[in-house]
């Protein structure tokens, strides 16, 4: 029998590490947010030669003004072939009050033109791809939504808990699911991991992944706490967990094994979501049995 509980400070101490850590880098570092939260322009490019970032960076600098300061982004995938490189540039046009402009499909056709002889004067074979576009007002819309979206899920969730045990139970469970939500988006952070809207719906389904976990392990402490009158709640707490682990450890890993593959083989836009739940499922198992269910300890006790 594993011991959850009586080490229950030390993966306490590790979570508070980790969340801080992510705390840090998310403070300083920032996110490499997409074109849906920063709006204008994704081009993405495909060359027909191996060629770096500052290689389009040098070729494509001088097409128009916005592509000055363009973030360029090598995509890669596990399944790409040899010779051919794919880059995500996303610009942000301006019109001529100095304001975020959306192109015309008229100037997105010579743009995209504009590109690939750029690329052929410089002796590559280039093709654009993908041309995605965000307005302004939409990328502030999005991202004001999305922390909502975010934050009343969590209260919704907290009501729920509550009402289905315990408010201490509730409390519980929020802190384990804070507590994956900051992890995971530090990871974001600090692999300069693109932030987009497929990465939020990943934090939405670990939020809900993570919760069953625990509800999981929850319904087992309440059961046991109607049967065991005589145990401590260490004791019956550390028993709840150890009989629910292999169902757990199962699930976690079939997940895990799945969201793996979708991350290594999937395209670009997968894989902010594919990322984000290879890190959650993680997480989100780590904090079921560690963190949410020993930290209710001292408040069932009172």
Known sequence: MIDFVGKRKIFIVISLILVVASLISIFTKGFNFGVEFLGGSEIILKVNAEVSESDVRQIIKNLAPEFENARITQIKSVDDPKGISKFSIVVSPKDENGELKVYTGEEKSVLSQKIVEAFKNNNYTAEVIGFNETSGYAAQEIKNLTWKAIVFTLLALLIYITLRFQFVFGVGAVVALIHDVIITL???SFF???????????????????????????????????????STIETLVNNSINQVI???????????????????????????FAFGMTIGTIVGTYSSLYIASPIVIRWIKK
């Not at 450890?249 to 997968?270: A, D, E, P, Q, R």
Request: charged fraction near 15%; glycine fraction near 6%.
């Open 186 to 188: 530090g990871f974001y």
């Open 192 to 230: 300069n991991y693109e932030l987009n809207v497929a990465a939020v719906a990943a934090v939405l389904t670990l939020i809900g992944y993570s919760l069953n976990d625990t509800i999981v392990v929850y319904d087992r402490i309440r059961e046991n706490l109607r049967r065991s009158r005589g």
């Open 246 to 272: 292999k169902r757990t450890i199962n699930t976690s890993l079939t997940t895990f094994i799945v969201i793996f593959i979708l991350l290594l083989f999937s395209g670009n836009s997968i894989k902010p």
